[in-house]
């Protein structure tokens, strides 16, 4: 496939993205995105800088931009043309914004964190019957990210995040993905305030990294019992946590 000459494509990649900074950036390379395409500064078929140009720009890495376009395509602002790039799309092309949610005590993050053993163990399910090589492949790729990122908080919860992104695409349903979008943005806020150093001296973390790759290595048997038995570890390992705010 070609794609034709589109000036808006060369006037995207000359504007420098601001510096991210918070500790949270993929929410914050996703507010960046979202406001230049419902301010119209990025129209309709404007094409992204390239990941690693986007990157550079931004101060971030290509896995915190992988995720925020992932985030984004959920929500039907952009579409990746497989080839050619990712778009933005018309508006008459959007499917609409998945749901939100808003958590502000430990009472509501005691809810988020029981609907979430629902919804991702529904996901699993799915999954161990439908992942495909190529998201076996890049669950692995995560799992070793999140290893080389256990000094790096930010680094981390990006990979975390990203793991369980790609864990509800491959269940392939989307309305379970969606749920797990409104999800994200409150766990991100209770992961945020963990200390990873405490989660490494308490040895929490490298148990932490092996569930997610023992999910990796269940659903590569197709092997649903396995798999939820770590998804649930991972979980009540929140659960802990949550306790320790009451």
């Known amino acids: 496939m070609i794609a034709h000459y589109n000036p808006r494509i060369f006037s995207c990649l000359a504007e420098p993205m601001e510096k991210v900074r918070r500790v949270s950036v993929v929410d914050?390379?996703?507010e960046q995105i979202s406001q230049k395409i419902l301010s119209g500064e990025w129209p309709p078929d404007t094409m992204l800088p390239?990941?690693?140009s986007f990157a550079a720009s931004a101060d971030v890495s290509m896995m915190t931009v992988r995720e925020a376009i992932r985030i984004l395509q959920a929500r039907g602002l952009l579409e990746t043309r497989h080839g050619v790039g990712t778009f933005v799309l018309a508006p008459d092309r959007q499917h609409g914004t998945p749901w939100t949610l808003a958590v502000d005590d430990t009472e509501e993050y005691a809810d988020l964190i029981e609907a979430r053993e629902?919804?991702?163990s529904a996901i699993l399910d799915l999954a161990a019957q439908r992942v495909t090589r190529e998201q076996l492949a890049r669950l692995r790729e995560?799992?070793?990210a999140m290893r080389a990122a256990r000094?790096?908080?930010g680094a981390f919860l990006a990979a975390d995040e990203a793991f369980h992104l790609t864990l509800a695409e491959a269940a392939h349903n989307n309305t379970l993905q969606h749920m797990v979008q409104a999800l994200r943005g409150p766990m991100r806020r209770i992961m945020a305030n963990r200390n990873l150093q405490q989660l490494k001296e308490s040895g929490n973390l490298d148990s932490a990294i092996r569930d997610h790759e023992d999910i990796v290595a269940a659903l590569a048997q197709r092997d649903k019992r396995k798999g939820l038995k770590a998804l649930r570890t991972i979980i009540k390992r929140g659960?802990?946590?949550l306790a320790t705010l009451a």
């Open 28 to 30: 914050e390379v996703v």
């Open 50 to 52: 390239s990941l690693r």
């Open 118 to 120: 629902y919804i991702e």
């Open 142 to 144: 995560i799992t070793r």
């Open 151 to 153: 000094l790096d908080s």
């Open 239 to 241: 659960k802990d946590y």
